[in-house]
């Protein structure tokens, strides 16, 4: 039996454990939460390297990967410094494969819904969802990126995908040597909600990005919203029918009442196949074929 375990910063209140069969191979996914302490998170991808087929890195990303390119983030990069033997995953992958299905996969499920309401959509951070914003722009949608708002605070929208490209240019190499938990809430912080930029939540038809960014400024009023996000919890999903949600789109499955986040699914994949290292984007294509993954709605009100 295969084993892949995400080591996440955040809450261990999310962690979860799962046995499924992906392509008639058996394997254990695991989420394991250090509370915001990443020196936790390093010393537990220590122990278990080598121990286990495939490790994601939970709450944090390594980099991002905007229009092909890789940004690391130096801040994220000391937490997975011991690790040495099990190849490691942090859902850039499926962040730029598994995700760009989901402007389909809503034209196909919600089609008379978005001609009535319009294809307006908020990502709340693009560089971080690059493959997300641009399958978007690219069905069509009006887009508003929220990365100067949700990072740093300011009150800059960004309207186009150039403008993006620009700034990952310009500002990641920056913005990539801050503390990680300046730019992303960590522990016990990914449980605090503060409503904020509530004009681009009124604005939009559609809001779409990480879940704990999404939760982070959402006013109590989302009547009528799609949501398409993934790492969702019960409490999460009753969070968002409390406020109005109509329609919330997970873009990875659903296992037993939650969704996992990208990175455990990806590392789940690389476990599965057997390769010993990260997958390419063909060969995630490939496996995301034969598994018939796709994104799942749920009608939430």
């Not at 537990?44 to 087929?53: A, F, H, I, R, S």
């Not at 018939?292 to 939430?300: C, D, H, K």
Request: proline residues 4%; contains cysteine.
């Amino acid at each position: 039996m295969k084993r892949a375990v995400s080591i996440s910063i955040g809450s261990s209140k999310r962690d979860k454990k799962v046995e499924l069969t992906l392509l008639g191979e058996k394997v254990i996914i695991e989420r394991i939460g250090t509370d915001g302490d990443m020196e936790a998170a390093a010393l537990k991808y220590k122990e278990l390297d080598g121990q286990v087929d495939a490790f994601g890195v939970g709450g944090a990303d390594l980099g991002a990967i905007v229009d092909g390119k890789f940004y690391p983030f130096h801040s994220v990069q000391k937490l997975v410094r011991y690790v040495e033997k099990t190849p490691i995953v942090d859902g850039g992958g499926l962040k730029n494969t598994l995700e760009n299905k989901a402007p389909a996969f809503l034209e196909r499920h919600l089609k008379e819904y978005l001609d009535q309401h319009g294809r307006k959509v908020m990502i709340t951070v693009g560089v971080d969802r690059w493959g997300l914003s641009k399958s978007f722009v690219e069905a069509g949608y009006e887009a508003v990126f929220c990365d100067f708002m949700f990072t740093l605070g300011l009150p800059i929208p960004i309207r186009s995908l150039r403008s993006l490209r620009i700034l990952a240019a310009l500002l990641i190499p920056i913005v990539s040597r801050l503390p990680f938990e300046w730019l992303y809430p960590t522990g016990g912080k990914q449980e605090v909600r503060q409503p904020k930029w509530e004009k681009c939540y009124r604005w939009a038809t559609v809001i779409a990005g990480d879940c704990h960014y999404i939760k982070r400024h959402m006013p109590d009023d989302l009547q009528g919203k799609i949501i398409v996000t993934n790492t969702t919890t019960q409490e999460d999903v009753e969070l968002f029918r409390r406020c109005g949600v109509k329609y919330l789109v997970t873009t990875t499955p659903v296992l037993e009442g939650r969704s996992f986040g990208t990175n455990m699914i990806e590392a789940a994949l690389v476990a599965v196949s057997g390769k010993g290292r990260p997958l390419t984007v063909d060969e995630l294509n490939q496996l995301l074929d034969q598994l018939g993954f796709e994104p799942q709605l749920q009608e939430l009100n």
